[in-house]
């Protein structure tokens, strides 16, 4: 694990891999860095940003940072988000190619999967899906679509995701949910929150 | 929504009730938006800060008013923006020094002025810096979004910018007053301007000779620039490590470093992760001068520790 300043106005805390990233979550979600105002988790990261005002600023969130010791495979807390899905993606027959799994078979892998919100990204709402079945794992799209539709149901580059609206994607498509999982009337607006347990069920 | 009329001297003009007031733009000017402390708390979820660019001037403006901090104010870009008052509107106008005509009267940068019913506030082009704000006396009441009413022109948050024929509600008068007619600010805008910056938290990507031409150089604020970041012109900063950096979190002020070698300095609109390394990020206390940089102007980088 290091420990990176960013200015005064931010820490950043880097592992080795997504797991370690997690685990890193976990350990932040357990134990709170005092004088963090907000944290952004990421790939292999997590910046914690930081009042410059606070009393100790950065170089007292750094030093609680560094003393942070994230359990190997623990996952972040969160809330639990059913989401339902039409399985009739564009997708569907390319993703069964790619994984050799037969359509339904991607089905059955998606709907049984456990998925964890790693990270945001891309788009505010989106949230990116860290599933436990890994035969699920495949590349985007050679060309992205110009026009991906709010609610699609995607996999791509080792993560789930759904589209929070409307917008160009090069993920590949496997259904559709009318979830909304991005809304600017609601408390909290996202659905997909780091650290939310997924399940995805066909409707 | 809710709106009660105001408390105080605010209310009556020669025993009249007066409504709560508004403004009216006539003209933005290059461009203007409403800008307030920022949106916070969404930032994992993608959704970035934005607020006022310039949060020294935008916060002497609430305070000439005797506003609350994070009141809603108006942040012009090089100037240009005429409103008109509907109502009776206490305003401040702080940041890059311009022209202002009050009513018609010739009025100045960081003072009280009070704009009777009908009467236009116009600013002219700033002699220096690149933000001029005005912050009327209880708060430009548009609705907010995600508890701010900042416009996030990265990510379309907020209202649009204004246009002429806009209306803006004035909010509920503070209870507090005015307590300074004027108030002297820091300078605003320059043509060479010092910032201190802290090396990392990607320093170590980058070349050694890098991390020197970064202190040692000028850095011109180049025409492509906005809310969302400033590019700079100056010397090639190489890198030492090639490949990809995982996407990060960034925070205002990074100076990020593209493949181009054109290095952005990140303002209140930046993307709240980023996917290219950053060599040092510019002290908080430094970002409203660094805001108020209007291309052309020259840029030095001081080391500076946390």
């Known amino acids: 694990m290091r420990v990176l300043n960013c200015g005064d106005s931010g820490v950043l805390v880097e592992v080795a891999d997504l797991g370690e990233a997690l685990a890193l979550q976990a350990a932040l979600a357990e134990d709170p860095v005092p004088g963090v105002t907000e944290t952004v988790p990421a790939a292999r990261t997590v910046l914690l940003k930081v009042d410059p005002g606070a009393p100790g600023g950065a170089r007292a969130v750094a030093a609680a940072a560094a003393r942070l010791r994230p359990r190997p495979g623990a996952l972040p807390r969160g809330g639990e988000v059913e989401i339902e899905v039409q399985y009739d993606g564009a997708d569907l027959g390319e993703v069964a190619e790619l994984t050799g799994l037969t359509e339904r078979g991607v089905v059955e892998a998606h709907t049984g999967a456990h998925w964890t919100v790693a990270f945001g990204g891309f788009a505010p709402g989106f949230g990116y899906l860290v599933g436990d079945d890994r035969r699920l794992d495949v590349p985007r799209r050679g060309e992205s679509r110009t026009r991906v539709p709010a609610g699609s149901v995607a996999l791509a580059g080792g993560f789930g995701g759904v589209y929070p609206r409307s917008s160009p994607g090069g993920w590949r498509l496997l259904g559709r949910t009318d979830a909304v999982v991005w809304d600017l009337d609601r408390d909290p607006p996202g659905l997909l929150v780091p650290g939310t347990r997924v399940r995805f069920r066909e409707v | ?306």
Do not use: K
């Not at chain 2, 004035?170 to 820091?186: I, N, S």
């Open chain 2, 1 to 306: 929504m809710n709106r009660r009329r105001g408390t105080g001297a605010d209310e009556s003009e020669g025993g009249r009730e007066v409504a709560q007031g508004a403004l009216e733009v006539l003209a933005p000017g290059p461009l203007a938006t409403v800008q307030d402390a920022g949106r916070h708390g969404h930032a994992a979820l993608g959704v970035g800060t934005s607020g006022a660019a310039d949060a020294a001037s935008y916060a002497l403006a609430n305070r000439l008013v005797a506003n609350p901090e994070g009141a809603a104010a108006l942040e012009a870009t090089m100037g240009g923006l005429v409103l008109r008052a509907r109502g009776r509107v206490w305003a401040a106008v702080t940041g890059a020094p311009c022209p202002v005509r009050a009513g018609g009267r010739g009025a100045a940068c960081a003072e009280v002025l009070l704009l009777r019913d009908g009467e236009e506030l116009h600013l002219g082009a700033p002699e220096r810096g690149l933000r001029t704000y005005v912050a009327v006396r209880g708060g430009v009441d548009v609705p907010p979004v995600l508890g701010s009413r900042s416009t996030d022109l990265l990510s379309g948050l907020g209202p649009a910018p204004l246009r002429a024929g806009d209306v803006l509600p004035v909010g509920t008068p503070p209870r507090a007053f005015p307590v300074l007619d004027a108030a002297p600010g820091p300078r605003v805008g320059g043509d060479r301007v010092e910032l201190g910056a802290v090396l990392g938290p990607r320093d170590d990507w980058f070349a050694p000779e890098a991390v020197e031409s970064l202190l040692d150089a000028e850095f011109e604020v180049t025409g492509r620039s906005d809310r969302v970041g400033m590019r700079l012109a100056g010397p090639p900063l190489p890198r030492a490590v090639e490949g990809e950096l995982p996407t990060e979190g960034m925070v205002a002020g990074s100076l990020q470093v593209p493949p181009d070698g054109e290095p952005v300095l990140f303002l209140a609109d930046h993307p709240v992760t980023g996917g290219y390394p950053v060599i040092a990020v510019v002290r908080a206390a430094d970002l409203p001068r660094a805001a108020q940089a209007r291309p052309g102007t020259r840029l030095v980088f001081t080391a500076v520790s946390v």
